[in-house]
C-alpha cells in the first residue's frame, strides 16, 4: 500500500487535523507507557492503532456517512509510531484509474501523516455496489478462567477464545467521539468505528496473557451500524502465526454480532516484539 499521490484538487477531500492522544495509558498493554516503550526502542508510549484509525476515519465519514457503517470495507496499516501530543492530518482523496476517471466514487486512499508530512497510517477504503455477504453466525465463548499463553505453541493449538459482551452507552458513546475530537452528528446515535475496532484489542488484552505488544494492521468488513445503548457480542479466533525480523505475529479473526453479524476484522498484531538491537 503506497503512500497518495498526487491529486487533482476536485477529487481530495478537505483534510482533517487533530493534536493525538494516548487514550490507553491505563490499558493492558504496556507498550502505551511510556517507560516500557523506550525499553523497546521508542521515544515514548505509542498513541494506540485504533486511535489513529479513528483520526483517519474522520475526512471519509464527513463523506459518505452512515453508508459506509452499514456495508463499507477499510484496510489500515500502521508505518510509523505516533506520540502524545503530536499534530496529525488525516488526507483521503478518491481513487482514480490509469485514465484518470475514477474508479467508483466510493473508494479512496487515505493517510495519516505526522508534522513532518510522514506518512504514520495508511488506509483504503470502499463501499461495495452489491451488498456483503451474509456473516455466519460465532458460537459464543466463556472467557478463559486462566488467559491463554502469548506462545506460537499455545496460539497454535486454535484454543477458544472469550466472547465479549459490550453495551456502549448513549453517553459513553457522545464521550468518546468528542475525545477524538470528533462532532459528526451520526456519533450522537451510532457507535463510533474506532471504539469497534478497540473491542478487537480488548478481546486480545482480556484473553491472552501477553506482554506489550503492537497492532500493526486491520481489514474492516461492514454489514451494519452499531447503535448506541444496542448489546455486542466481539468473537475472536486465530487464524495465523507468522514472524518477521524476530517479531511474532498473529491475525485474529474478530465478529461482532448485535441481533447478526454487522462486522468482521481480521486483526493483525505482534503479540512478541523482538528486543531492540
Known amino acids: ?31 502505551h507507557d511510556d517507560e516500557t516503550a523506550r525499553r523497546l526502542g521508542f521515544a515514548g508510549g505509542l498513541v494506540p492503532g485504533v486511535t489513529l484509525y479513528g483520526y483517519l476515519t474522520h475526512p471519509l465519514i464527513e ?30 482523496r478518491a481513487v482514480a484509474d ?19 508530512g510522514e506518512a ?18 460465532p458460537v459464543t465463548e466463556p472467557m478463559p478462567f486462566h488467559k491463554i499463553p502469548a506462545t506460537a505453541a499455545a496460539l497454535g493449538a486454535a484454543p477458544p477464545i472469550g466472547t465479549l459482551h459490550e453495551c456502549l452507552t448513549t453517553e459513553a458513546g457522545r464521550a468518546f467521539a468528542s475525545g477524538l475530537g470528533d462532532d459528526l452528528a451520526l456519533y450522537q446515535t451510532l457507535a463510533h468505528p474506532a471504539w469497534l475496532l478497540r473491542q478487537a484489542n480488548l478481546v486480545v488484552d482480556r484473553n491472552l496473557a501477553v506482554g506489550p505488544w503492537i497492532h500493526v ?25 507468522y514472524e518477521r525480523k524476530g517479531n511474532e505475529f498473529v491475525d ?7 441481533s447478526r453479524p454487522v462486522m468482521r476484522v481480521r486483526h493483525s498484531l505482534i503479540y512478541r516484539v523482538a528486543a531492540p538491537p
Open 1 to 31: 500500500m503506497s503512500t497518495l499521490t498526487q491529486a487533482a484538487p476536485d477529487d481530495s477531500l478537505p483534510p482533517w487535523r487533530v493534536v493525538a492522544r494516548n487514550d490507553a495509558i491505563d490499558s493492558g498493554n504496556p507498550m
Open 63 to 92: 463523506r459518505l456517512g452512515r453508508t459506509f457503517l452499514e456495508h463499507g470495507r477499510f484496510e489500515v496499516r500502521f508505518r510509523r509510531p505516533v506520540y502524545e501530543g503530536e499534530e496529525v492530518t488525516a488526507r483521503c
Open 98 to 116: 490509469d485514465s484518470g476517471q475514477a474508479r467508483a466514487p466510493s473508494t479512496f486512499e487515505l493517510e495519516l501523516c505526522n508534522a513532518a
Open 120 to 137: 504514520c497510517v495508511l488506509g483504503r477504503a470502499s463501499v461495495p455496489e452489491t451488498p456483503p455477504p451474509v456473516l455466519e453466525m
Open 217 to 241: 494492521a486491520s481489514d474492516i468488513e461492514h454489514c451494519g451500524v452499531v447503535r448506541l445503548d444496542e448489546p455486542v457480542e466481539i468473537h475472536g479466533r486465530v487464524m495465523q502465526l
Open 252 to 258: 485474529l479473526e474478530v465478529v461482532y454480532v448485535t
